[in-house]
C-alpha cells in the first residue's frame, strides 16, 4: 500500500472525508482526528481526537500565553506530544492496519515528537491523512515522497476521490 493523503483549502471537507472512509471500511485504525472547538457559533480553537478517545485542545484563541502561535491561536505543543505519547505507545501493539494522521499541519508541526511520529508512521506506508495546501520544506518534503499518493480535494470532486481512496485502499 501507498500513504494516501488529502490537501486542499481550509473547510473543503478533509476531515470529514477521511472520517466517512474510516467509517465504510472495515479496518483497525489507529490515529487522530482534528476538531474545531465553537463557543456561540464562533471558532475559538481546535482539537485533537484519537479513535482511542483521548481527546485533548489543540489551540485555543483563549491560550495567549503560547509562544507557538498561528494567527490568532496559541497551540498547546505538550497536548500535541501527549497525544502522540499514546498513539505510539498504540502502534507497538500493531494491531492495526491504518494509521491516520489530520492533520500535518502548521499546529502540529511545532511539536517535534509530531515530526517523528509522522515520519516514523509515513515509513510504515499505512497511513491516511491530511496534509496542508500550502507547502513547507516539511510538508514539501512528504507530498514528493516516492510512497505517498496525495490528493487536492475540492467541493466539486470530494466524493469522486473518496471513490478513488476506497478502491486504492481495498
Known amino acids: 500500500m501507498k500513504n494516501i493523503l488529502v490537501t486542499g483549502l481550509?473547510?473543503?471537507g478533509k476531515t470529514t472525508?477521511?472520517?466517512n472512509i474510516i467509517s465504510e471500511m472495515d479496518k483497525k485504525v489507529v490515529g487522530?482526528?482534528?476538531k474545531e472547538v465553537k463557543e456561540n457559533n464562533m471558532r475559538i480553537g481546535f482539537e485533537i481526537e484519537s479513535f482511542s478517545g483521548?481527546?485533548?485542545m489543540l489551540a485555543s484563541k483563549k491560550n495567549r500565553n503560547s509562544i507557538h502561535r498561528i494567527a490568532n491561536y496559541g497551540v498547546f505543543v505538550e497536548n500535541i506530544d501527549t497525544i502522540v505519547g499514546h498513539l505510539l505507545l498504540e502502534l507497538q501493539k500493531n494491531e492495526y492496519d491504518l494509521i491516520v494522521i489530520d492533520e500535518i499541519g502548521k499546529m502540529e508541526l511545532f511539536s517535534k515528537k509530531f515530526i517523528s511520529f509522522v515520519e516514523e508512521?509515513?515509513?510504515k506506508k499505512k497511513v491516511l491523512g491530511s496534509i496542508m495546501l500550502k507547502n513547507n520544506?516539511?510538508?514539501r518534503k512528504i507530498k514528493e515522497r516516492s510512497d505517498t499518493i496525495v490528493?487536492?480535494?475540492t467541493i466539486n470532486n470530494r466524493d469522486k476521490i473518496r471513490k478513488r481512496i476506497m478502491e486504492l485502499l481495498m
Open 54 to 56: 483521548h481527546k485533548l
Open 121 to 123: 508512521s509515513l515509513n
Open 17 to 19: 472525508l477521511l472520517v
Open 10 to 12: 481550509p473547510r473543503v
Open 137 to 139: 520544506d516539511f510538508s
Open 151 to 153: 490528493f487536492e480535494i
Open 32 to 34: 487522530f482526528v482534528t
